[in-house]
């Protein structure tokens, strides 16, 4: 049977996404959209998005490892219902099929459809290897030459990981990641020039594949996760709407400095090319 919003859980989700309503309208009708057109403007887009769909695995594991057993000798630790709800998200996000039928997490997708573009990733793998080493958040965006903006969106995402609780870090995943990503990526592709010698099959497979998985499953998942989390506690329903706030503010910024971005480069003919 599927789980649904009682009308106290429905009533205080649709509370807080009218408290962040102003911020997901100015996403949703950012004009970053309207400039991305063809696949000049697309490399430079998944270069600067690419930190987000890292950070998205992130704050999922995150939630899962404070949610879930993830530690040998295993237990059952915490809600059944908050488990189930974890792990269906992880399994789609970190082990999906792709285009082709194959596994692979959406991240390594992202991460073939920017080669298909011809868009270098080897930043991400520094940036990776940084921070699997032992290297500060803030040394490896350094080194690995990740954008003032990009950083400054990741460095938001680990600060809530760090510093958040359980309710709100739900909370800032499903409002500024699972509920708003489908409308975000209809905006993508509602501009996009395809043609047929275009590289962009993987990409939107990518795209496509978020707006079915988050709008119709991982999204009310996600809705269901705060509700279990803040359940009739109004401090934690409050924190939650703040935190929303937040991951929405943190998005609606790297659109600001990727759309500057295009610009730029638009204006002085350094668009990155294959």
Not at 83 to 89: A, D, P, Q, V
Request: charged fraction near 25%; proline fraction near 4%.
């Amino acid at each position: 049977m599927k789980e649904v919003l009682s009308p106290y859980q429905k009533e205080k989700i649709e509370g807080i996404q009218a408290f962040i309503s102003p911020l997901r309208k100015n996403i949703e009708n950012h004009p970053l959209y309207d400039l991305l057109i063809t696949e000049k403007e697309i490399r430079i887009f998944t270069r600067a998005h690419a930190v987000a769909v890292f950070d998205f695995m992130s704050i999922l594991k995150s939630l899962q490892n404070r949610l879930t057993c993830t530690q040998v000798p295993w237990f059952p630790k915490g809600s059944p219902q908050i488990r189930r709800f974890i792990n269906e998200i992880v399994l789609a996000e970190e082990s999906d099929l792709g285009e082709n039928g194959e596994a692979n997490s959406h991240f390594e997708m992202y991460l073939d459809a920017m080669n298909d573009l011809g868009v270098d990733t080897g930043y991400l793998a520094d940036f990776a290897l940084r921070l699997d080493n032992g290297y500060s958040l803030s040394e490896s965006l350094h080194y690995a030459d990740i954008g003032e903006g990009q950083g400054a969106f990741i460095a938001s995402s680990f600060k809530a990981i760090e510093t958040s609780e359980d309710h709100e870090l739900a909370a800032y995943f499903t409002f500024g990641r699972e509920d708003l990503i489908p409308d975000m990526f209809i905006n993508i592709l509602k501009n996009l020039k395809i043609g047929p010698d275009t590289k962009l099959d993987k990409l939107i497979y990518y795209f496509e594949r978020h707006i079915d998985l988050d709008g119709d499953e991982h999204g009310p998942l996600s809705e269901l996760l705060v509700a279990s989390l803040c359940g009739s506690n109004e401090n934690k329903w409050e924190e939650a709407k703040y935190s929303a706030q937040s991951a929405l503010a943190a998005r609606l910024a790297l659109w600001d400095s990727v759309y500057e971005e295009i610009k730029d480069k638009a204006e002085y003919g350094e668009y990155y090319t294959p």
